[in-house]
T-cell receptor, first 113, second 113 residues
């Protein structure tokens, strides 16, 4: 069974731009969660989608948004990029209850200049 | 106080050593406990999953949860150079609206041949 895939793997943007990241979960998994990983803060929860509905949200500004499609694929969008948004963005999927076990993709490394 | 605290490391041990990795937490509602391993430039990989208190063994790895002390541990026996990675503890309250994982900041382990 194929794992979680994320595209693109690397991205360079400038301040003020916006970016969209994509995640395809493991086949059959309906929950997709997004995390931001930085050396200073570690892994921080952004939001979780289940059956196209946002079920849980972390403590990030409204510039960070996401959505999930009927095939469970998910996208996250960051508008008006700031230097501090440079990070590894990780997507994780789970079959049902995301709080139990989640399987991560390789991440998208975003650099904001 | 952060919800999950993890020894910052880094940790360097000789091949064959027993490694003990630990996390403490403050939220008594956490019920699901996980250990992830993350190699450089990769996404976290689920290593061990435990529900509530107790021990769980999988090959050279043993996970322990002590809910009364709010303390979890991962033991690695006969450590190998291939175990060199960052280890992250993660925990959650449960599924549904409580589905997010809360992570420790991770500890980088180096196993010297």
């Amino acid at each position: 069974k194929a794992g979680v895939t994320q595209t693109p793997r690397y991205l360079i943007k400038t301040r003020g731009q916006q970016v969209t990241l994509s995640c395809s979960p493991i086949s059959g998994h309906r929950s997709v969660s997004w995390y931001q990983q930085t050396p200073g803060q570690g892994l921080q929860f952004l939001f979780e989608y289940f059956s196209e509905t946002q079920r849980n949200k972390g403590n990030f500004p409204g510039r960070f948004s996401g959505r999930q499609f009927s095939n469970s694929r998910s996208e996250m969008n960051v508008s008006t990029l700031e230097l501090g948004d440079s990070a590894l963005y990780l997507c994780a999927s789970s079959f049902g209850d995301a709080g139990k076990t989640q399987y991560f993709g390789p991440g998208t490394r975003l650099l904001v200049l | 106080q952060k919800e999950v605290e993890q020894d910052p490391g880094p940790l360097s041990v000789p091949e064959g050593a027993i490694v003990s990795l630990n996390c403490t937490y403050s939220n008594s509602a956490f019920q699901y406990f996980m250990w992830y391993r993350q190699y450089s430039r990769k996404g976290p990989e689920l290593l061990m999953y435990t529900y509530s208190s107790g021990n769980k063994e999988d090959g050279r790895f043993t996970a322990q949860v002590d809910k009364s002390s709010k303390y979890i541990s991962l033991f690695i026996r006969d450590s190998q150079p291939s175990d060199s990675a960052t280890y992250l503890c993660a925990m959650s309250v449960g599924g549904g609206a409580n589905s997010k994982l809360t992570f420790g900041k991770g500890i980088t382990l180096s196993v010297r041949p």
